[in-house]
């Protein structure tokens, strides 16, 4: 069975940094396309980073230049790199991937726990 899981998070003051993980684990054929959400109580899920299979970025405008999605293929993880964290980056974040599980050729997406970034003013 494929899940992910996330790590990472917790509390920082106003212009420090986090660095979010997340590794998938199961039986898996490949990963496509990663991405990290944020959700806040009330608000719809945010795309805030992709980054394909061949490692092609793209970033929310509200992030760029501050946050860094990557990924390590071999360890078949992701991780959202955040900087100059400001106090609207408060919220839920999700890892989410596009997974072939054994045996094949179905994509499936899944999703990470969640895990809580909160930036104090």
């Known amino acids: 069975q494929v899940q992910l899981v996330e790590s990472g998070g917790g509390l920082v003051q106003a212009g420090g940094s986090l660095r979010l993980s997340c590794a998938a684990s199961?039986?898996?054929?490949?990963?496509?396309?990663m991405r990290w959400y944020r959700q806040g109580p009330g608000f719809q899920r945010e795309l805030v980073a992709v980054?394909?299979?061949?490692?092609?970025?793209t970033y929310a405008e509200s992030v760029k230049g501050r946050f860094t999605i990557s990924r390590d293929n071999a360890k078949n993880s992701v991780a959202l790199q955040m900087n100059s964290l400001k106090p609207e980056d408060t919220d839920v974040y999700y890892c989410?991937?596009?997974?072939?599980?054994?045996?094949?050729?179905?994509?499936?997406?899944?999703w990470g726990q969640g895990t809580q970034v909160t930036v104090s003013s």
């Open positions: 989410a991937a596009d997974i072939v599980p054994m045996p094949g050729p179905y994509t499936v997406r899944y």
């Open positions: 980054i394909t299979s061949g490692g092609s970025t």
């Open positions: 199961g039986s898996i054929v490949s990963i496509n396309t």
